[in-house]
């Protein structure tokens, strides 16, 4: 079966499949509004195990942010239907990347190396070091996703988040696409971008305590930086691990701490937003009949 991925946008879904991503939008006066775009299929090298990982993340932010410019067009009724030109999404995209650092690079790291200071066992043993520096990582992550999910608006993302959830279940269930059938699926998935964060900031912990203890506070940092890549890599194959054998109990056990956060980011919809994510997952889907007929 054909792996299908998804995002809440605002008052939409968006949903991907091998061959292109729809996105689904409900306007103010109801009715749903929809878009489609064919993605290029990636060369040999992009799919290989663990380069797979940081290319699909890259391209995960450009098509998150093109699914957004169009869901806030929709949702707000604005006139300007002029795209975002590439260079606006490197930007959006750079942005994003640059509050990512601060948020969970810079001051992680800052509080392990305060820390420290005070304590200098903490600073000779790399293992306590960033093991501080990752739960650090994870308490300001969860700091903000709890501060987020107090935005009116942000609520009901995440309740089309669930709605993205319940949907991808049904249709891996094979018993079709329906309110009724998507309705009864809990809207937490094991192969959801919030469990991979979770992913990253363990794996984080692991990878980093290869970078020398002796090296400034700069040098740490940029590491940090240069390793995204490596991190995106390593955590994607552990996801996609983690949904193949999700039967497993001891995979069970690693990917409960990534359900339990979802708790969090994934509320439970009502039959309209439900309603949403069936017609973004359908159009995704059409894609990809075009192209076999194509062939």
Known sequence: MKTIGGQAVIEGVMMKSPEGWSVAVRDP????????????KPGPIAKL???RGAVSLVQALAIGVKAIEYSGKVAYQEENEKPLSS?????????????????FKFFPLLVATLIGEFFGGV????????????????????????????W????????????????????ESGEGCTVENARKYKPYHPRCGTSFLLIVMIVSIVVFMFIPQEWT????????????????GISYEV????????DNPVMGMLVLPGLLL?????????????????????????????VKEEI
Not at 29 to 40: C, D, E
Not at 94 to 101: E, K, P, S
Not at 131 to 146: E, M, P
């Open 217 to 232: 506070f700069g040098e740490k940092l940029l590491a940090r930086i240069i390793l995204l890549p490596v991190l995106a």
């Open 87 to 103: 260079w606006s999404i490197a930007f959006s995209m750079f942005m994003a990347l640059v509050v990512a650092i601060a948020l």
């Open 239 to 246: 996801l996609k691990l983690s949904a193949k054998f999700k």
């Open 152 to 171: 009116k608006e942000m609520k009901r993302i995440f309740e089309y988040h669930g709605a993205e959830h319940k949907v991808i279940f049904a249709f």
């Open 29 to 40: 006066k109801g009715v749903i509004n929809l878009k489609s775009v064919r993605t290029a």
């Open 262 to 290: 979802q708790r969090l980011t994934a509320k439970e919809p009502d039959d309209s937003q439900i309603e949403v994510a069936i017609a973004a997952l359908e159009e995704a889907l059409k894609m990809d009949e075009a």
């Open 123 to 150: 600073a000779e043993s790399s293992l306590v070091f960033n093991t501080i520096d990752g739960v650090s990582r994870v308490l300001i992550f969860l700091l903000y996703v709890f501060a987020i999910g107090l």
């Open 49 to 51: 195990p663990f380069i």
